[in-house]
T-cell receptor
Framework: DGGITQSPKYLFRKEGQNVTLSCEQN?????MYWYRQDPGQGLRLIYY???????QKGDIAEGYSVSREKKESFPLTVTSAQKNPTAFYLC?????????????FGPGTRLTVL | SQQGEEDPQALSIQEGENATMNCSYK?????LQWYRQNSGRGLVHLIL?????REKHSGRLRVTLDTSKKSSSLLITASRAADTASYFC????????????FGAGTRLFVKA
């Protein structure tokens, strides 16, 4: 089955700890994205990557870091510098093309800071 | 500020009725998309309409786009309880590339 997987589904973190959220896709998509969603809100873009070894900051990149060493993988690290990390995190990918395409989303990771 | 803003924020209807959700945006766009999100899940793509299109259909979904008013609407006909979800519009904000801007969504509740 083709798709996007995120792990873990639920994650608990103590204040001051870094945590890494996994995102893997086997859709052969070039572009991948990380979004943050707060309760009752829309999605806000954290980082996106158009190709391997390249990524760009989104609107709320402070306190987050990413890597794109493989086409299939785009892990997100939530660092201790992120002041309010409790949220629902969504990873997405989109196929290549000259213009914007639909995005395919993973099931999400819910991060809670204790 | 958000590019897309949905209206209403919440909508409650009876099964069988039609549901209409609106989206307004600020800058020019190349295309606009609608997504659906069931509670606690990822988003699912519903439909994409390009800036040179005025109307598009997919099953029980009808999307219109008015670029002069910078607005779009999503109509779900003959709604079902299973349509209960949040619906988001998303635009490329004219970047033509990879950055997408989502609205805050309309929460639809369909009563059986």
């Amino acid at each position: 089955d083709g798709g996007i997987t995120q792990s873990p589904k639920y994650l608990f973190r103590k204040e001051g700890q870094n945590v890494t959220l996994s995102c893997e896709q086997n859709l052969n998509h070039d572009a991948m994205y990380w979004y943050r969603q707060d309760p009752g809100q829309g999605l806000r873009l954290i980082y996106y990557s158009q190709i391997v070894n390249d990524f760009q900051k989104g609107d709320i990149a402070e306190g987050y870091s990413v890597s794109r060493e493989k086409k299939e993988s785009f892990p997100l690290t939530v660092t201790s510098a992120q002041k309010n990390p409790t949220a629902f995190y969504l990873c997405a990918s989109s196929p290549p093309g000259p213009t914007y395409n639909e995005q395919f989303f993973g099931p999400g990771t819910r991060l809670t800071v204790l | 500020s958000q590019q897309g803003e949905e209206d209403p924020q919440a909508l409650s209807i009876q099964e069988g009725e039609n549901a209409t959700m609106n989206c307004s945006y600020k800058t020019s766009i190349n295309n606009l998309q609608w997504y659906r999100q069931n509670s606690g899940r990822g988003l699912v793509h519903l439909i994409l309409i390009r800036s040179n299109e005025r109307e598009k259909h997919s099953g029980r979904l009808r999307v219109t786009l008015d670029t002069s008013k910078k607005s779009s609407s999503l109509l779900i006909t003959a709604s079902r309880a299973a349509d209960t979800a949040s619906y988001f519009c998303a635009t490329d904000a004219g970047t033509g590339g990879f950055k997408t801007i989502f609205g805050a969504g309309t929460r639809l509740f369909v009563k059986a």
